[in-house]
């Protein structure tokens, strides 16, 4: 069983639409949460980062935490085009890092 | 206002063939990792540092040599290359002032083995 685990996807969305990520996890150590997005052919960029349960807002992005379901969330509220990546989620514990798989995100102009 | 840099970009190996896969960063961030990403497999911890002259295994280490003789440098050796080894390859830092920092990627070498 992967420590984490994300549906790939691929979502595509219209331009506007609420968009909902999630990633489940097994390792109740992880007190550590981070939602990345990766554009084509770049590296992994951070959108945000939480530490335990509970909500974070940053503009458009909304990162939600439940540890007792051991679930994360990621909201895109009035998504663009220029949201259109793979967003990774990642937890931590310790010194090491563990990834999702990631979601594909299309959103149509 | 570079942050991680990675060198190459692109490279074609054939079997058995030796490499360093060049990392740098200019951030001053103590914590430095490297990754490889797969389809289907997302990203995978190989090794990492805590700080010069530190390093330890990740989820896969075997096949790959790392060292950090500064701050600055995370070098990744592939001993012998193996097909089983064509990826990308990330490189990541991230500062130790507190615990389990988020990290900074570079933007990634593109790896195929022959």
């Known amino acids: 069983q992967k420590e984490v685990e994300q549906d790939p996807g691929p979502l595509s969305v219209p331009e506007g639409a609420i968009v909902s990520l999630n990633c489940t996890y097994s390792n109740s150590a992880f007190q550590y949460f981070m939602w990345y997005r990766q554009y084509s052919r770049k590296g992994p960029e951070l959108l945000m980062y939480?530490?335990?349960?509970g909500n974070k807002e940053d503009g458009r992005f909304t990162a939600q935490v439940d540890k007792s379901s051991k679930y994360i969330s990621l909201f895109i509220r009035d998504s663009q085009p220029s949201d259109s990546a793979t967003y990774l989620c990642?937890?931590?514990?310790?010194?090491?890092?563990?990834f999702g798989t990631g979601t594909s995100l299309t959103v149509i102009p | 206002n570079a942050g991680v840099t990675q060198t190459p970009k692109f490279q074609v190996l054939k079997t058995g063939q030796s490499m360093t896969l060049q990392c740098a960063q200019d951030m001053n961030h103590e914590y430095m990792s490297w990754y490889r990403q797969d389809p289907g497999m997302g990203l995978r911890l190989i090794h990492y540092s805590v700080g010069a002259g530190i390093t330890d295994q990740g989820e896969v280490p075997n096949g790959y040599n790392v060292s950090r003789s500064t701050t600055e440098d995370f070098p990744l050796r592939l001993l012998s290359a193996a097909p089983s080894q064509t990826s990308v390859y990330f490189c990541?830092?991230?500062?130790?002032?507190?615990?389990?920092?988020?990290?900074?990627f570079g933007d990634g070498t593109r790896l195929s083995i022959l």
């Open positions: 990541a830092s991230s500062s130790v002032t507190g615990p389990n920092q988020p990290q900074h």
């Open positions: 990642a937890m931590s514990a310790g010194n090491q890092f563990y």
């Open positions: 939480t530490y335990s349960s």
